[in-house]
């Protein structure tokens, strides 16, 4: 496996570096490897490299159809090293290799194709428009730049997503970058960084600092990044957006959530039971949008959770880079522990342990697949974003009784309703507060689609057509076409 150890990804090289952070791989519980503490030097150096390429315009004078081909041969090879990817970000942060296979990466891939068609679109407006009275010739237009250097910070649960979906938005943008990711999963973002290279990115116009404290916060603060998008937890998108408020910059934040995947007893029990399990339990639980709520309607309340026990209890729990593991390990020992400490004060707070909770063998970070039921939306495992294999089972009567336990939350970023009956799933569809609404299906996401929370789950929307807009600045030009010069004195 290629580790890029030791190194920051600037000028468009690999540049050793002193200071080093151990990675440690969840599986197994032992070093993988050491990667780098990136400094706020680190960051100063980077930041003016992309702003001397944004003055340049190294990026946006290369001519826009071979912008897009660079990042349409980025995305393929991601898809021809699979094999690569998979191993590293399964090592770092254990996904398992069939998860990385069949979603991070095809996804991955199909949204730097989806930037790069969006590069040669057209994104200003030309209009003519005339002034009352008698000098009334003018040519007006709105011009779409780049808002100059991006600042990209991401979590550690899609090592390889997060960061395309942030280089991806910020290049098709013509926004030089500077992408800071989770000292848990830096070497699957400097192995991105060497495919962008190899694809084509000039130098300087995209730097790959990993790191933590420091280096994040150094990002943040610099006043030469006026933009700053950051995927992580509610409370750091919360400190980011203060720091950032200091030179006003244009900042997008992807941030948590704890969504309600409800199900309605007009729908097949097996088929109920799949969808929640897809819901939750993908990735060890570590997904934003995860369907942490199931709320089932006590008219399959009973069917839905004996045979939820009985699915669960068949999952396998084990080595992330083993292709028969359901469920990996969490990303690290802190994750580990509160995880346990959620699951320690579900079993306190009254709910009933359906199944899971213990201990699982090996010594990798490991939690096995646990499920509460009786859960009232008060608990906190019902209120608080575990962000583990933890799914609160909520039973309710009503339909207006779904709508008010799935929206009392603070979080906002999806949700999911399964039933027959269209017109109930049209009013969920509307009346849910959250940026994506399933029906009858649960994690669907398609790059061509805006994806973003309502509520404490963000601000801005990633992906679809807006992705670019938070990268842009927008400038009136009025060219006054008369003859005669302006006569009001
Ligand atoms: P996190 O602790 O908030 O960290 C996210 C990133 O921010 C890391 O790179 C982190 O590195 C950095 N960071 C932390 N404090 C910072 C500061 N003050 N200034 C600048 N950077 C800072 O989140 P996480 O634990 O990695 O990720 C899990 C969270 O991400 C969950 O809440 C999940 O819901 C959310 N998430 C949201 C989405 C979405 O699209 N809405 C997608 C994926 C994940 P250091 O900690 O080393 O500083």
């Known amino acids: 496996m290629k580790l890029h150890e030791g190194v920051i990804f600037l000028d468009g090289k690999f540049q050793k570096r002193g200071t080093t952070l151990e990675v440690i791989n969840p599986s197994t519980a032992q070093l993988l490897g050491h990667s780098v503490e990136g400094s706020a030097a680190?960051?100063?150096?980077?930041?003016?490299?992309?702003?001397?390429?944004?003055?340049?315009?190294?990026?946006?004078?290369?001519?826009?159809?071979?912008?897009t081909r660079i990042l349409g041969r980025a995305a393929q090879l991601i898809r021809e090293r699979e094999a690569d990817f998979s191993a590293v970000m399964s090592a770092e942060m254990g996904m398992t290799l069939?998860?990385?296979?069949?979603?991070?990466?095809?996804?991955?891939?199909?949204?730097?194709?989806?930037?790069?068609?969006?590069?040669?679109?057209?994104?200003?407006?030309?209009?003519?428009?005339?002034?009352?009275?008698?000098?009334?010739?003018?040519?007006?237009?709105?011009?779409?730049?780049?808002?100059?250097?991006?600042?990209?910070?991401?979590?550690?649960?899609?090592p390889l997503l997060m960061p395309v979906w942030k280089v991806g938005a910020a290049l098709a943008a013509g926004c030089p970058c500077v992408l800071k990711p989770a000292p848990q999963s830096?070497?699957?973002?400097?192995?991105l960084a060497e495919v962008l290279h190899e694809a084509g990115i000039p130098e300087g116009v995209l730097s790959v600092i990993p790191g933590s404290d420091e280096a994040g916060k150094a990002l943040v603060a610099h006043p030469g990044v006026p933009k700053i998008a950051f995927t992580g937890s509610t409370e750091t998108g919360k400190h980011i957006m203060r720091s950032a408020a200091?030179?006003?910059?244009?900042?997008?934040?992807?941030?948590?959530?704890?969504?309600?995947?409800?199900?309605?007893?007009?729908?097949?029990?097996?088929?109920?039971v799949s969808g929640a399990l897809f819901g939750i339990f993908l990735n060890s639980g570590q997904v934003c949008q995860a369907g942490s709520r199931v709320l089932v309607q006590r008219g399959i309340y009973e069917a839905f959770t004996a045979r939820l026990?009985?699915?669960?209890?068949?999952?396998?729990?084990?080595?992330?880079?083993?292709?028969?593991?359901?469920?990996?390990?969490?990303?690290?020992?802190?994750?580990?522990?509160?995880?346990?400490?959620?699951?320690?004060?579900?079993?306190?707070?009254?709910a009933t342990l359906l199944t899971g909770g213990g201990n699982v063998e090996g010594d990798g970070f490991f939690v096995p697949p646990?499920?509460?039921?009786g859960v009232t939306a008060e608990m906190p495992i019902a209120a608080e974003e575990i962000f583990g294999p933890v799914l609160a089972v909520i039973p309710f009567d009503t339909e207006e009784e779904a709508l008010s336990i799935a929206n009392r939350t603070l979080y906002g970023l999806a949700g999911a309703v399964w039933t027959r009956d269209i017109k109930r799933a049209l009013r969920f569809a509307r009346d849910l507060q959250a940026g994506t609404v399933w029906v009858n299906t649960y994690q669907i996401l398609s790059p061509t689609l805006p994806f973003g929370g309502f509520k404490q789950s963000g601000l801005g929307r990633e992906l679809g057509p807006q992705a670019l807009e938070p990268y842009l600045e927008t400038k009136s030009v009025i060219v006054d076409l008369n003859d005669t010069p302006m006569q009001m004195f």
């Open 42 to 67: 680190d960051i100063d150096a980077a930041v003016e490299l992309a702003q001397a390429a944004h003055e340049s315009r190294a990026w946006t004078r290369i001519d826009p159809l071979e912008r």
């Open 246 to 272: 200091d030179h006003l910059k244009r900042v997008t934040l992807e941030l948590g959530g704890k969504s309600a995947n409800i199900f309605f007893d007009d729908t097949d029990v097996e088929e109920a």
């Open 309 to 350: 026990k009985e699915r669960v209890e068949e999952m396998t729990v084990g080595d992330a880079g083993d292709f028969t593991s359901d469920i990996g390990p969490v990303v690290s020992r802190e994750q580990w522990e509160r995880v346990r400490g959620y699951i320690a004060q579900g079993k306190q707070s009254g």
């Open 370 to 373: 646990t499920v509460f039921t």
């Open 98 to 158: 069939n998860f990385a296979g069949w979603m991070e990466i095809p996804m991955a891939a199909n949204a730097l194709d989806f930037f790069g068609s969006l590069i040669a679109q057209p994104k200003g407006v030309t209009a003519p428009f005339s002034l009352a009275g008698p000098q009334g010739d003018y040519l007006a237009m709105t011009l779409k730049q780049p808002v100059g250097v991006a600042g990209l910070i991401t979590p550690w649960n899609f």
């Open 186 to 191: 830096p070497f699957t973002a400097l192995l």
